[in-house]
């Protein structure tokens, strides 16, 4: 199992799409489960997630007016405003919740618009989801993790700093029993950015006395890594 996870770390740290499962668990939280609208499923789309997906306001509004339902799913669960958000349609997810849309609404794989917006290192969009009343504190994903995990594990530090500062829970423990902390460190690469959102961690107050399943605490994963920016960090 540990030398499984190893593995399952390396495959998520080099960005593959593959998925390496431990039983019912895929090792790579966040990172494969965000997948946009295909070209197939945006041409099949009803008018309200084609007007979101587009950024058509005009067609939007229109939609709305002719009684189209906010919260109608697509095939892997999305909502318009999950659309919009995976397009980067900031104006069309304001004008959608303003109709009555849930900001906090979750898609199949249970991923609300700030994790997705987390997970795709856009900030801006991540703010509007914000403003529009998503929660950063909310637990989404199968992994039951939050927005700050999933950044955290990509070293999205600017995300990070932003979830943080939105009231992001320092040191919720997922159902692999990883913090942000550790997801920053096993599953990065040790470079600027990750180091950064190791930083950001630390300085914020998490804490870096909670280990995981196998009781290794962050520091030591630094450690048998060869990170010696994080080991200062976390030290």
């Not at 007016?65 to 900031?90: N, W």
């Not at 403003?131 to 999205?156: K, M, Q, V």
């Not at 460190?185 to 909670?210: F, K, M, S």
Request: glycine share 8%; with cysteine; net charge positive.
């Amino acid at each position: 199992m540990r030398e499984a996870k190893r593995r399952g770390a390396n495959v998520c740290r080099n960005g593959f799409r593959s998925l390496l499962i431990v039983g019912s668990l895929s090792l790579c939280p966040a990172a494969e489960a965000q997948i946009p609208p295909s070209p197939a499923e945006i041409a099949a789309y009803d008018a309200l997630h084609l007007a979101a997906h587009r950024g058509n306001l005009a067609a939007l509004r229109e939609a709305v007016a002719a009684g189209s339902r906010l919260e109608t799913r697509d095939g892997q669960g999305r909502t318009a405003l999950h659309v919009a958000t995976h397009a980067r349609q900031r104006e069309a997810m304001q004008v959608l919740v303003k109709a009555g849309a849930d900001p906090r609404a979750l898609d199949a794989q249970s991923y609300d618009a700030i994790t997705i917006a987390a997970v795709a290192d856009d900030l801006e969009t991540m703010r509007t989801a914000l403003a529009i009343g998503g929660d950063a504190r909310a637990i989404t994903s199968p992994y039951r993790g939050t927005a700050l995990i999933a950044a955290a594990h990509l070293g999205h530090d600017g995300v990070v700093r932003e979830l943080i500062a939105a009231g992001a829970p320092l040191d919720h423990v997922n159902n692999l029993r990883w913090t942000a902390l550790i997801e920053a460190v096993i599953l990065g690469d040790g470079g600027p950015r990750h180091v950064e959102t190791v930083r950001a961690l630390v300085t914020a107050g998490a804490r870096r006395d909670l280990a995981d399943r196998d009781g290794v605490t962050p520091l030591e994963h630094a450690r048998r890594r060869g990170y010696a920016a994080m080991v200062t960090l976390l030290q």
